[in-house]
């Protein structure tokens, strides 16, 4: 798959979930798809989820997040260590537990945090990839 054109991914086929819940790619109308992928080793990575769960909260009728943790060690593959984590950060919705970096690769992506939004037509609308400007990235969502 190539993130820049469009995405049919099987997230119901997958069982490694955190937060008992498993994101269903059923259309909520016009709602749009934020997808972000990082991981308990990436700084910040931590420190930019505030901001998405923040966003996410003011603007719930505008998308979906779907997080997707890709381990970046083998002590990241540490599922407790990973539930603790989300509970820290206060990430309530569903996280996709990427051990084997199937979702990175489909997503052609090799750094961390990375930052996708699909239409709710599954086509991608925006993205970004990397630390720099997330802030406005984030904030320039809504107008997307």
């Not at 259309?27 to 798809?33: D, Q, R, Y």
């Not at 998308?63 to 970046?72: A, D, E, G, K, N």
């Not at 489909?106 to 991608?124: H, I, M, T, W």
Request: proline share 4%.
């Amino acid at each position: 798959m190539n993130a820049a054109v469009s995405y049919s991914p099987k997230w119901e086929d997958e069982i490694n979930w955190l937060n008992g819940k498993c994101y269903s790619k059923e259309p909520e109308g016009e709602k749009k798809l934020f997808v972000y992928l990082w991981s308990i080793s990436c700084g910040y990575c931590k420190e930019i989820i505030p901001d998405i769960l923040q966003l996410h909260e003011e603007n719930e009728s505008f998308f979906q997040l779907l997080s997707i943790h890709v381990p970046m060690s083998d002590s990241d593959l540490d599922r407790e260590r990973v539930q603790e984590v989300v509970e820290e950060l206060g990430i309530d919705g569903p996280v996709l537990l990427d051990n084997e970096h199937r979702w990175i690769s489909l997503f052609e992506s090799e750094v961390l945090p990375s930052f996708y939004v699909y239409d709710a037509q599954g086509k991608l609308v925006s993205s970004k990839v990397g630390v720099g400007n997330v802030t406005t990235y984030l904030s320039s969502l809504i107008r997307v």
